[in-house]
């Protein structure tokens, strides 16, 4: 059973950057036709996906995130990472690392890490 598991900071303050990372326990992020994503939900309101790292390490992004957001990967340790520049107070949610097994069949998530960002 495929076990997600994310952590970084909580607060943030505006103009930085976000990290986050996501150790992936009982399947190799090479897995051929797995997907890795980054999702997070602001409070309020819905999902919103933010982008992904394909098992052949190709990245993938929202287009309205595109220009802030880096997804990259480290294979020897089995996880990947987000990196999200300049935050601002919109950028406050609860992040989610998730494996798609193809067409957003997103069927494995991490619990969560609430980031907040506030002067």
């Known amino acids: 059973q495929v076990q997600l598991q994310e952590w970084g900071p909580g607060l943030l303050k505006p103009s930085q950057t976000l990290f986050l990372t996501c150790a992936v326990y009982?399947?190799?992020?090479?897995?051929?036709?797995?997907?890795w994503s980054w999702i997070r939900q602001p409070p309020g309101k819905g999902l919103e996906w933010m982008g992904a790292i394909s098992y052949e390490g190709s990245p993938s992004y929202s287009p309205s995130l595109k220009s802030r957001t880096t997804i990259s990967r480290d294979t020897s340790k089995n996880q990947f990472s987000l990196r999200l520049s300049s935050v601002t107070p919109e950028d406050t949610a609860v992040y989610y690392c998730?494996?798609?097994?193809?067409?957003?069949?997103?069927?494995?998530w991490g619990q969560g890490t609430q980031v907040t960002v506030s002067s």
């Open positions: 009982g399947d190799p992020i090479t897995t051929s036709r797995h997907y």
């Open positions: 998730a494996r798609d097994l193809g067409a957003s069949d997103f069927d494995s």
